[in-house]
């Protein structure tokens, strides 16, 4: 039975009224462009404005270049191989409508085949076309399936090079960015680059309340939130009504209800109950390392995480605060060594 096709997800985001302009991060972007990288990471936790930033990019790149822009947001529900690819090939054919359409079939079967002659097959049929094009893969975080994270390492092997390859989410993706990194054939964006400049701040604030802060209380803003576009949007809610800036320290404690209903929904909820457990224990402190974790959790059995953040096994503080650093989870390293941390504030 053919996989449906959910149109939307295929849909390149508009730009919103009220984003901000981040030239800077274009300008990263841009330069692996032009210095022939084959892959684009930008990888943040939920709310950093990733997708924002990448509705920008695409749609200055596509307005001042010939490149076009092939987009699909992935959801839990292309966690199997034969959907992400008939998702994949759907995306590329709004650019390119034939390419893939002879795989289809294959990937719709309900017997077994092999997926590399197909992805070959892929491969060929784009290195033959000669436009540029962007493939972005946006929300990759919900993807776990192995024998994806494989296909697509065969496709970034064998890319061609008028292909570019976009992946954004709030993990790092099981591909490999050593070797990718190694050959220079990597863009990264990750937290420390997307937080909001105290400019930036100044800027949406003003967009969205009208107000115009003074110099302090931009600062402070910007020191509460850590440049976090979601928080600047939810102390913004809290701001409606206000008639100029000696108003936002209330504003910053009634945003608090706000962000906190934001993280739980987008953030803790989505979590296995052990690493809840964990984030709720160490949130009372300033600071941490494992050790200190440990001797706070007096753990007997130590019900932590598997790799992919899911089923409690027998694991160490050390082991866990790794993988939430891998899925950028709010942690901020404070030394060289990642032995000492804290958790956005």
């Keep these: 039975m053919p996989i449906p096709i959910l149109q939307t997800k295929l849909y390149l985001p508009q730009l919103r009224p009220q984003a901000v302009s981040r030239p800077h991060l274009l300008e990263r972007l841009n330069q692996g462009l032009h210095l022939g990288a084959k892959l684009t990471l930008i990888a943040a936790p939920a709310g950093f404005g990733k997708s924002t930033l990448l509705a920008e990019w695409l749609h200055t790149t596509i307005h001042t270049t010939n490149r076009a822009c ?8 292309d966690d199997t191989l034969p959907r992400f690819l008939t998702y994949l090939i759907a995306a590329l ?17 309900t017997n077994t085949v092999s997926i590399e002659p197909l992805l070959t097959e892929l491969l060929n049929e784009l290195a033959a076309t000669p436009e540029p094009l962007l493939l972005v893969l946006d929300d990759y975080h919900v993807i776990e399936e192995p024998a994806i994270d494989r296909a697509l390492t065969f496709l970034l092997d064998h890319l061609p090079p008028q292909l570019h390859l976009v992946i954004a989410g709030r993990a790092d993706p099981a591909l490999p960015l050593s070797r990718l990194r190694a050959r220079r054939e990597l863009t990264e964006l990750r937290t420390v680059d997307l937080r909001f400049t105290p ?3 100044a800027t949406v604030l003003h967009k969205l309340t009208g107000l115009t802060l003074a110099p302090e209380a931009v600062t402070a803003l910007e020191q509460q939130t850590e440049g976090w576009i979601a928080g600047l949007q939810l102390a913004a809610l809290s701001l409606e009504g206000a008639t100029d800036s000696t108003d936002l320290l209330t504003a910053l404690r009634n945003s608090n209800r706000h962000i ?16 809840q457990e964990f ?11 494992a050790p200190l974790c440990d001797a706070l959790l007096k753990a007997e059995d130590r019900r932590l995480v598997t790799g992919d953040l899911g089923q409690p096994s027998s694991s160490t503080s050390q082991a866990t605060i790794e993988q939430l650093e891998r899925a950028n989870l709010f942690l901020i390293p404070l030394d ?3 032995r000492w941390y ?4």
């Design 260 to 275: 906190l209903d934001y993280l739980t929904d987008e953030v803790i909820h989505k979590r296995s109950p052990a690493i």
């Design 70 to 77: 092939a987009w699909l947001v992935l959801d839990e529900g």
């Design 199 to 201: 400019e930036e701040v």
């Design 93 to 109: 054919q709004t650019v390119m409508p034939d390419v893939g359409a002879a795989l289809l079939p294959a990937l719709q079967s």
């Design 336 to 338: 060289g060594e990642r």
């Design 342 to 345: 804290r958790y956005h504030h």
């Design 279 to 289: 984030l709720l224990k160490t949130s009372i402190l300033d600071r941490f390392c």
